[in-house]
């Protein structure tokens, strides 16, 4: 099932404002030189090994720009790539196969870049109850294409903005004047504005998770920064009574310790912001 955020009228939006951003008045290299009637196809191909991630978007990408062209997908989001497989063939047009290319290519090889380290990291942590999980630290305007990149590649979307989750981190706490009082003072605020929402806390040592075990009322207590020994009394205290996320300068290498200290959820902000694209290109033929 795909994630709630992911609406036509999203990715439209997106696809709209990408064109006017990269288009504008005209792609004016592919109108002065294709005739108008000129017509081509071109295939989709993966120079790098990896998951594939954007195939569903190309198809739209080129949809939306020319209703014309034919789009052939040869490979499925999520499917496992090498060097040498082709993606797609595009059909129709040649100067819309062109105008619509980099906008397809710039959102194939990120998504794919996140999809294969969220499925390489995903791998790690098998052994254990714990899922990866994404964060927000995404580029401006392109979350919708990088969550759903975390998506395709096995892992957790964590709450997509400010608006679909309450996170009560340090800061919140601390200009709060205290756990007790964010918590308080948040069940008042969704109470007032009738608002359902699910809560997060973060905690930074055993007294605060304590304190939030004591005050209750919220589904999720993130442990940040926590050494491993930290982490396991957390668990062991919290003992399944609400869900818990370790985050904070969790790497590859950590991962699987991390893990194994028994959390349900770990966020890593480098699944998004930390990537190496995966290289693919368009070729006439």
């Not at 939306?64 to 040498?84: H, N, T």
């Not at 082709?86 to 290519?105: T, Y």
Request: aromatic share 6%; net charge negative.
């Amino acid at each position: 099932m795909k994630p709630s955020y992911l609406t036509d009228q999203a990715i439209q939006n997106f696809i709209q404002s990408a064109f006017a951003e990269d288009i504008g008045p005209g792609d004016y290299s592919s109108l002065a030189a294709i005739p108008e009637d000129k017509t081509g196809k071109a295939r989709l191909l993966i120079k790098g090994d990896g998951i594939l991630a954007g195939v569903e978007m190309a198809e739209k990408i080129f949809k939306a720009y020319d209703p014309r062209l034919e789009v052939e997908l040869l490979k499925k989001d999520g499917d496992e790539v090498k060097f040498g497989d082709i993606g797609l063939i595009v059909k129709g047009p040649s100067a819309s196969i062109l105008s619509a290319e980099r906008l397809v290519l710039n959102c194939m090889q990120r998504m794919s870049g996140i999809a294969t380290l969220t499925h390489r990291l995903t791998q790690k942590i098998l052994h254990t109850k714990a899922r990866l999980m994404d964060t927000r630290k995404t580029t401006p305007n392109f979350r919708i294409m990088e969550k759903w990149a975390v998506h395709i590649g096995g892992g957790v979307n964590h709450r997509f903005a400010l608006y679909d989750m309450v996170m009560l981190k340090d800061n919140h706490v601390d200009f709060a004047g205290g756990i007790r009082q964010a918590i308080e003072r948040t069940h008042e605020y969704l109470k007032s504005h009738h608002l359902e929402l699910k809560i997060e806390v973060e905690t930074r040592n055993l007294a605060e998770v304590r304190e939030v075990l004591e005050v209750g009322g919220v589904d999720y207590i993130m442990l940040d920064n926590m050494d491993y020994q930290t982490m396991r009394e957390a668990v062991a205290m919290i003992d399944g009574r609400i869900q818990t996320e370790a985050s904070g300068g969790i790497t590859e290498e950590t991962l699987s310790d991390v893990a194994e200290c028994g959390v349900d959820f770990i966020s890593m902000g480098a699944l998004t912001h930390s990537v190496n694209s995966v290289d693919i290109s368009l070729k006439a033929f």
